[in-house]
C-alpha cells in the first residue's frame, strides 16, 4: 500500500509543474469541445427515439456515432495540441500518454459496443455498455501506468485463511472476472447457435426452440466450470460439497426439475405445439372440459387459454404424465356425437331423416364425410337415436356448433310433430280381492 501512496503523491508532484500544467490545460479544452460535440449528437439522437435492430449496420453506424465520435473528436484534438506544443519545443510527453489511452478507450469502446451488438437488444450487456469499457481500459491504463502490478499486490495481501488454501480480495476479484468472461463468451457463441438453428426450416418450430434452450444450458454450465478451473479452483474439493447440494436439491426441486425435463421432451417431440387445440379432461371422446388453445410453451410450463379469455398455467409434468386430448394433433377435423330420443309412438325411420336435414346449411359441419343418424337402442323412456357430424375447425368452439344443430332439430321436430318423451313411471292400482276383505 505505501508503494501505492508513494507513486500516486510522485504523480501529483510532476502534475505540479508548469510545463505539465498547460499540458492539462490543453487536454481540459479538448475534453471539453468533445463533450460539446457528444451532447450535441445527444440531443440529435433523442429527435429518433426509434432503436435500430442489432446486428445491422444501421445499428453499429448510429451507436457509434453517438459514443465512439465524441472520444475520437477529442483524440484528433490531442493529436494537433502534441503537434503544435512539440513544435514550440514544450515537453508533450502527458498529451503523448493521454492520446495512447484515448486511442485504447476508442478501440475498447467499439470493440465492446460490436460484442453487445452480436447478443441482441434485450441483452443486460447493452445497458452496461459504459462500464464495462471503463473497467478494461482502467485495468489498461494502469498497466501503461505501471499502477496494476503494486495494486494487485496490495489486494492479493488482504485476505483470510480457509484451511490450506488462502482467500484473498485478489483471488475473489479474479474469479468474478473469469467466470463473466467465460459465461459473456458463452452466452455469444449460444445467440450464434440460436440464430443458426432458427434458419433450418426442415425442422419444427418446437425442435428449433428446444435444441436453442439446451444449447444455452449446456454451454452456461460448461462455461462456469472452465471458468472455475482457469480461476485456479481446485474442482475436487468441491465433489463433497456439491454433492450435499445436489442430493439436496434432487429432493426439494424434484418437481421442478420433472417439469423443465418434461418441457424438453414435449418441444422434442411436438405432441403438443404453439396453436394446438387440447382438452386436459383426461377422458376419450369430443368432451370440451378445460377446453383451450397451446399459447406458448415455456421450460415449466404450458400456457393455455381457454373460451373464457383465462389463460391456466399447466405444468409441463401434467401434460406428459395424463392423459391429453389434442385436437389438433394430425388432422383438425374431429367427429361431434348428439343423443336423442324419442318417443314409441313416433316414426324412427322420419326421425332419422329429420336429424340428418338438421346439418343442411349448418356452415362448420362437413359434408364429408357426410353426417349419419343412428337408432342406437330402445330404452325405459323412448327409443334411443344419436347425430354424428364432423367439423375441421374445433377452436372455433365446439359447443356453439352443437346448439345450432340442436336448435335445428328442435325446430324440425315441431314441425313434423315429434315428441321427446320425459322419463317417466306409470303405477298400476289392483283393488284388493274380496276374499282378502
Known amino acids: 500500500m505505501k508503494d501505492i501512496w508513494l507513486r500516486i503523491q510522485a504523480f501529483f508532484d510532476i502534475l505540479s509543474t508548469r510545463n505539465v500544467l498547460i499540458e492539462v490545460a490543453v487536454l481540459a479544452v479538448c475534453v471539453a469541445l468533445g463533450a460539446l ?16 435492430i442489432a446486428l445491422s449496420w444501421r445499428y453499429l453506424a448510429t451507436q ?6 465524441p472520444i475520437i473528436v477529442v483524440f484528433v484534438l490531442v493529436l494537433i495540441a502534441e503537434s503544435s506544443l512539440l513544435a514550440a519545443r514544450h515537453d508533450v510527453s502527458l498529451l503523448g500518454a493521454a492520446a495512447r489511452l484515448i486511442l485504447a478507450y476508442v478501440v475498447v469502446r467499439i470493440g465492446v459496443l460490436v460484442f453487445a451488438a452480436t447478443l441482441g437488444n434485450k441483452t443486460w450487456i447493452q445497458s452496461w455498455e459504459t462500464r464495462v469499457t471503463l473497467f478494461i481500459w482502467l485495468a489498461i491504463a494502469f498497466e501503461y501506468l505501471g499502477w496494476l502490478d503494486p495494486i494487485i499486490s496490495t489486494l492479493d495481501g488482504v485476505g483470510i485463511a480457509a484451511g490450506k488454501s488462502r482467500i484473498t480480495v485478489w483471488s475473489v476479484l479474479k474469479l468474478l472476472f473469469t467466470l463473466t468472461l467465460f459465461m459473456l463468451v458463452a452466452t455469444w457463441i449460444s445467440r450464434w447457435v440460436e440464430r443458426r438453428v432458427k434458419k433450418l426450416t426442415g425442422v419444427a418450430m418446437s425442435t428449433r426452440i428446444g435444441i436453442a434452450k439446451f444449447a444455452n444450458a449446456f454451454l452456461i454450465a460448461l462455461s462456469i466450470l472452465i471458468g472455475l478451473n482457469a480461476a485456479g479452483v481446485d474442482l475436487t474439493a468441491l465433489t463433497v460439497l456439491t454433492g450435499a447440494v445436489g442430493l439436496g436439491l434432487g429432493f426439494g426441486l424434484q418437481s421442478i426439475a420433472a417439469n423443465f425435463v418434461s418441457g424438453f421432451v414435449l418441444l422434442m417431440d411436438r405432441s403438443i405445439k404453439p396453436g394446438d387445440v387440447i382438452s386436459l379432461s383426461g377422458q376419450a371422446g369430443t368432451s370440451t372440459e378445460n377446453f383451450g388453445w397451446v399459447q406458448e410453451l415455456r421450460g415449466r410450463y404450458v400456457v393455455v387459454r381457454d373460451r373464457d379469455g383465462v389463460e391456466m398455467l ?34 324412427p325411420e322420419l326421425a332419422l331423416k329429420i336429424l340428418r336435414e338438421a346439418c343442411e346449411g349448418q356452415e362448420r359441419v362437413l359434408t364429408e364425410p357426410e353426417p349419419v343418424s343412428r337408432l342406437m337402442h330402445f330404452s325405459d323412456s323412448g327409443i334411443e337415436l344419436e347425430l354424428r357430424f364432423w367439423i375441421s375447425d374445433p377452436q372455433e368452439g365446439v359447443n356453439n356448433v352443437r346448439s345450432e344443430v340442436n336448435r335445428a332439430i328442435w325446430r324440425l321436430f315441431k314441425e313434423h310433430k315429434i315428441t321427446i318423451p320425459i322419463a317417466q313411471r306409470e303405477i298400476i292400482v289392483h283393488s284388493a280381492p274380496a276374499a282378502l276383505d
Open 64 to 69: 457509434g456515432n453517438v459514443v465512439v465520435t
Open 314 to 347: 399447466v405444468p409441463n409434468q401434467q401434460l406428459i404424465s395424463n392423459a391429453v386430448i389434442n385436437w389438433s394433433y394430425t388432422d383438425p377435423r374431429i367427429r361431434l356425437k348428439l343423443p336423442i330420443r324419442i318417443s314409441y309412438r313416433d316414426d
Open 37 to 52: 460535440v457528444s451532447a450535441e449528437l445527444g440531443r440529435r439522437n433523442q429527435r429518433h427515439k426509434a432503436r435500430p
